[in-house]
């Protein structure tokens, strides 16, 4: 399909075909979006915030592509709008609402990762950047049969009052064995659109681990589509909104090859005048014989004017399955929780952050990275 045609689609699909289901309400606030739809394109990147400025990053998406290095058995190119490969962009997520043509219209700059069969890659790491207007990146990433190794995509967007999308299709090969880790640091003053779509094979183990602080609006979203038979999938996620700053994250699983399994648990947390959906759905297709599949979302709000909504959604299609189950709460911080820190010699501040440094850690990645928690905070 032609860039032409994706620009007329942007103008013609929805934001959303329906309401969410199942309490029929739209959880992203898509006028952030709409209002900023024609903003020209970023003619500046966003500064890499000092808290992240240690990571040794392979690849720099922002106003252009900057290949660093590329670790043994992985190759990195460029990737352009006339891409004409065997897996075009677009082609796993397909276009399906106004932001998928948004971002098929309007994308400025990507990568094409291959990490080739057997390769033991150690760890890859890319960036992509926000900038001073719109910026739209797009990322394709093969993953080779029997290749081990460590992913980790970094996406920050800025203090400018700018738009961002991010697009990640990814594909792992039969008997792969990755962590495929995404953070997501957004300042409160740009919305952005992340999309991560990962389709595993036969046998293949993925491990995700999910970090996400939101911005003005931030809609993170990642697919993780169980396709071979005994393929593993395990997810755990930490969620922040912190105060003015607004998220919508979900993470959604599909079990369909036999005896497949997926694990999903996510912890988030909500500020004073913040705003969290932490959301996800796992189903399991009428193909996943014998699948198992498991999500379970806690939502612990930590102010009066803060809102947060833990919807989990679990779906059946096969009659013979060894587990499904699904979990969800949300809570508030009590003021017997409080009064126990207090009487420990913390004050309230600190008694927040304390509790809030916990679902940060919740994910691992924090400790792993070495990651300040109280500087994200701040970014």
Avoid: C
């Avoid at 304390?354 to 990651?371: F, H, P």
């Amino acid at each position: 399909m032609s860039r032409e045609a994706y620009q007329r689609l942007a103008k013609e699909l929805p934001f959303q075909h329906i309401a969410d289901t199942p309490t029929v309400k739209y959880y992203t606030d898509w006028r952030v979006f709409e209002e900023r739809l024609n903003l020209e394109s970023s003619t500046e990147e966003d500064r890499v915030p000092e808290v992240l400025e240690h990571l040794s990053y392979n690849a720099v998406l922002g106003v252009e592509a900057r290949i660093l290095g590329e670790p043994k058995g992985v190759e990195v190119r460029v990737l352009r709008g006339d891409y004409d490969g065997d897996l075009k962009p677009m082609s796993l997520v397909g276009v399906h609402s106004r932001m998928h043509a948004y971002h098929a219209y309007r994308w400025n700059t990507g990568l094409l990762v291959d990490v080739g069969e057997g390769a033991h890659f150690g760890k890859l790491i890319v960036l992509s950047l926000g900038g001073n207007a719109y910026t739209g990146h797009h990322l394709i990433l093969r993953v080779g049969e029997r290749a081990k190794g460590r992913i980790l995509l970094v996406d920050y967007a800025g203090p400018s009052r700018g738009l961002k999308t991010f697009v990640v299709e990814a594909t792992v090969g039969r008997e792969a064995d990755v962590d495929l880790d995404i953070v997501s640091l957004h300042s409160r003053n740009h919305a952005v659109y992340s999309l991560t779509h990962i389709v595993s094979a036969d046998e293949s183990t993925v491990r995700s681990r999910v970090l996400s602080l939101g911005g003005a609006m931030s809609r993170v979203q990642v697919d993780y589509v169980v396709e071979g038979e005994r393929a593993k999938l395990s997810t755990l996620a930490s969620a922040v909104a912190r105060e003015r700053a607004r998220s919508d994250v979900i993470l959604n699983s599909v079990n369909k090859g036999p005896e497949s399994e997926v694990t999903v648990n996510a912890r988030g947390a909500v500020l004073d005048k913040g705003y969290l959906a932490l959301r996800g759905s796992a189903i399991v297709d009428d193909r996943a014989r014998w699948a198992s599949s498991e999500i379970e979302i806690q939502v612990v709000i930590m102010g009066e004017e803060a809102k947060g909504y833990a919807v989990p959604v679990l779906e059946i299609h096969s009659g013979d399955v060894a587990k499904a189950n699904h979990a969800a709460g949300v809570s508030h911080i009590l003021e017997e929780q409080r009064f126990y820190l207090r009487s420990r010699g913390l004050s309230d501040e600190d008694a927040s952050r304390l509790l809030v440094t916990g679902i940060l850690g919740y994910s691992g990645l924090i400790e792993d990275l070495k990651l300040d928690p109280l500087r994200i905070l701040t970014v």
